[in-house]
């Protein structure tokens, strides 16, 4: 069916000037593909996409897929369908910076977004508070799950990936054990967010020594029921966050500018 309607659109096209260009490969995920190409401003803020036609001539798929994909981007908020004008892409203040999809299009775009930082922002408003409230509230469970967590850290030697992942972990346990439910909601909404900003920083240091030891330190602090001590420790780690962030950002350091996603990193291993 999509070879017939290749051929189709290739008849339709012949001899005209404004047949558009087809991409140099076919990819197998088009979503990703058109959303690459959004976050590239091949297609502007604003504009309106190729029709259908032209689009499944341009990526190598059927009407289904193409319809398919847009739907996925539109729920993402890159891209909005209008009744007789077509698909729109969306401003960039519209997109869902915070999922894990648009995370991994962006790309070497993604330091335009400044998300690193507002990211370490969000978690400065919140985490020391959560911090303080978990070390009242947190249950004997939530505490030793804490544990287990800062543990999986220390133990992860040169794996980023793992380390990354209990680094994950162990900040999504210490919001809910906050017991505040607006807490618990940001943590499953800044998920996607919180795990790419943790693998930036945590590729960026030096060493993780440091962190390792203010995680432990904090899992102390909620077990002794000291909330002083459990704020402070909140805001050491920021502060460690931030500092290896600034390394990463600098040229002259030798570090990626734009650090991979954890997921893209991964499918590369």
Same mark, same amino acid.
């Given at each position: 069916?999509?070879?017939?309607?290749?051929?189709?659109?290739?008849?339709?096209?012949?001899? @005209?000037?404004?047949?558009?260009?087809?991409? %140099?490969?076919?990819?197998?995920?088009? $979503?990703?593909?058109? !959303?690459?190409?959004?976050? !590239? +401003?091949?297609? #502007?803020?604003? @504009?309106?996409?190729?029709?259908?036609?032209?689009?499944?001539?341009?990526?190598?798929?059927?009407?289904?897929?193409?319809?398919?994909? /847009?739907?996925? =981007?539109?729920?993402?908020? #890159?891209?909005?369908?209008?009744?007789?004008?077509? $698909?729109?892409?969306?401003?960039?203040? &519209?997109?869902?910076?915070?999922?894990? &999809?648009?995370?991994?299009?962006?790309? %070497?775009?993604?330091?335009?977004?400044?998300?690193?930082?507002?990211? /370490?922002?969000?978690?400065?408003?919140?985490?020391?508070?959560?911090?303080?409230?978990?070390?009242?509230? !947190?249950?004997?469970?939530?505490?030793? &799950?804490?544990?287990?967590?800062? *543990? *999986?850290?220390?133990?992860?030697?040169?794996?980023?990936?793992?380390? $990354? +992942?209990?680094?994950?972990?162990?900040?999504?346990? =210490?919001?809910?054990? @906050?017991?505040? *439910?607006?807490?618990?909601? =940001?943590?499953?909404?800044?998920?996607?967010? /919180?795990?790419?900003?943790?693998?930036?920083?945590?590729?960026?240091?030096?060493?993780?020594? +440091?962190?390792?030891?203010?995680?432990?330190?904090?899992?102390?602090? /909620?077990? =002794?029921?000291?909330?002083?001590?459990?704020? &402070?420790?909140?805001?050491?780690? #920021?502060?460690?966050?931030?500092?290896?962030?600034?390394?990463?950002?600098? %040229?002259?350091?030798?570090?990626? $500018?734009?650090?991979?996603?954890?997921? @893209?990193?991964?499918?590369?291993?």
């Amino acid at each position: 069916m999509e070879s017939l309607e290749r051929q189709g659109l290739a008849k339709q096209g012949h001899g @005209s000037s404004t047949r558009p260009a087809r991409r %140099p490969r076919v990819r197998k995920n088009v $979503t990703a593909a058109i !959303a690459e190409d959004i976050c !590239a +401003e091949r297609y #502007l803020s604003g @504009s309106t996409l190729p029709r259908e036609n032209d689009l499944c001539e341009m990526y190598g798929v059927s009407r289904t897929v193409i319809r398919e994909s /847009l739907k996925v =981007l539109e729920s993402k908020g #890159l891209v909005r369908g209008k009744p007789r004008i077509g $698909t729109t892409v969306c401003d960039k203040d &519209d997109w869902n910076i915070l999922d894990q &999809d648009v995370l991994g299009w962006m790309g %070497p775009f993604i330091a335009d977004f400044d998300i690193l930082g507002s990211i /370490l922002e969000a978690r400065r408003t919140i985490e020391p508070a959560a911090a303080e409230y978990a070390a009242e509230r !947190a249950t004997a469970r939530e505490i030793a &799950d804490l544990e287990n967590a800062w *543990q *999986q850290m220390r133990n992860s030697g040169d794996d980023p990936e793992g380390f $990354t +992942e209990a680094d994950v972990t162990f900040h999504n346990v =210490l919001l809910s054990a @906050s017991h505040n *439910q607006v807490f618990r909601r =940001l943590s499953s909404a800044m998920h996607a967010g /919180l795990k790419y900003a943790l693998h930036a920083s945590n590729v960026a240091a030096h060493s993780r020594d +440091e962190a390792i030891a203010v995680h432990g330190e904090l899992v102390e602090a /909620l077990r =002794l029921r000291d909330r002083a001590a459990a704020r &402070d420790c909140a805001h050491r780690m #920021l502060d460690l966050a931030a500092r290896d962030l600034a390394v990463e950002r600098r %040229p002259d350091e030798g570090r990626k $500018t734009n650090p991979e996603t954890p997921r @893209s990193a991964a499918s590369r291993r």
